[in-house]
């Protein structure tokens, strides 16, 4: 949800001319535009409040170089004793029997791991494999209705983990730089950066942008539901969302204050959709009063989000996406 992967090469025409070395990808999200900066010689710093995209960013951001060889494998995919939790807990919700029995088995070798990169990179691939597995790949619904018999729902959890290890493992390269992966409120994160770019959540009246109703449980996975309160009488054992001033239209404006204010010394880039608020011109407006400069490029995009082919082509997902820059 939210990823910027369609329109990447867009966005880094309008970046590419900046004159910037190290950059913060403040809502990392699912780390297309930090990746894709490491790729262009940039020192990268990224950071989400979701843990599971923090460890994605650890896995093939940070990460100079460590991979999962042959001898992790065997050991991540080594009969152990477990607790049983998701067997447990997400018994006939998500997954057969089977599938949870595989990710309580993994996920408890997975804490084993000692090397915090091939920890990152085991859990990195866990994940993705739950989502491929998952209809839509979002779990805010009990069962598989929306099965439509591609190849991926075929699939085993262990096979793709299996890939997912492969696809993770060639990701991986140093560029360099010492790069860095956080784990923040972005409120509370400061960091020192050339550039900061700004992908927050889409305040809007007509769409939800809480991304813990969709990915609780891939996020408890990597956080092994330590420190989480699952609400029991929730069908698919959700819980709580976690706070966010930019979810709510009247918190959304001080928190670009804030924002803006903290990073005035740093070329400032937002991403951002026509049908949201604050508006365009409102962030133009907050903009220039720390910024002298303010331009603003347009990229038609269609939003979907996991894997709903269904709403590709709607025209009520079609927006215009705004690329702000503050110089």
């Known amino acids: 949800m939210g990823s910027k992967n369609k329109i990447i090469n867009e966005i880094w025409e309008h970046l590419k001319s900046l004159p910037f070395e190290s950059v913060l990808d403040g809502f990392g ?3 297309v535009i930090g990746y894709f900066l490491k790729c262009q010689g940039k020192r990268v710093i990224t950071n989400d409040f979701m843990a599971f995209s923090y460890i ?48 309580d088995m993994v996920r408890e070798n997975i804490s084993q791991l000692e090397d915090e990169y091939k920890h990152a990179l085991a859990l990195s691939a866990l994940v993705r494999s739950c989502l491929k597995k998952r209809s839509r790949g979002i779990f805010t619904f009990v069962g598989e209705r929306y099965d439509d018999g591609r190849k991926d729902m075929k699939k085993s959890i262990k096979d793709h983990f299996i890939e997912s290890i492969d696809i993770f493992n060639k ?35 007509k769409s939800d942008n809480d991304y813990v109703r969709r990915y609780h449980f891939v996020e408890g996975l990597v956080k092994n539901w330590d420190g989480i309160e699952i609400q029991q009488r929730s069908k698919v054992k959700k819980f709580k969302s976690y706070d966010s001033p ?34 365009k011109s409102e962030l133009i407006e907050m903009l220039l009063r720390y910024k002298s400069n303010v331009i603003v490029h347009e990229i038609n995009h269609t939003y979907s989000f996991g894997n709903q082919n269904h709403k590709i082509g709607n025209k009520n997902n079609r927006v215009t996406e705004f690329l702000f820059i503050g110089t």
């Open 29 to 31: 999200g699912s780390n």
């Open 56 to 103: 994605t960013s650890k896995a093939i951001i940070e990460n100079p170089g460590h991979t999962l060889d042959n001898n992790d494998i065997d050991f991540l995919l080594k009969a152990n004793s477990n607790n049983g939790f998701i067997k447990e807990t997400f018994k006939d919700i998500f997954y057969s029997e089977f599938e949870n029995e595989f990710l």
């Open 171 to 205: 990701a991986v390269f140093d560029n360099g730089f010492v790069n860095e992966s956080l784990n923040q409120k972005s409120e509370d994160l400061f960091v020192e950066a050339d550039l900061v770019y700004f992908d927050p959540p889409y305040f809007t009246p």
């Open 246 to 279: 930019f979810a709510k239209k009247d918190t959304a404006y001080s928190a670009f204050e804030h924002l803006f204010e903290k990073y005035k010394t740093s070329i400032i880039a937002i991403s951002y959709s026509s049908n949201s608020y604050p508006t």
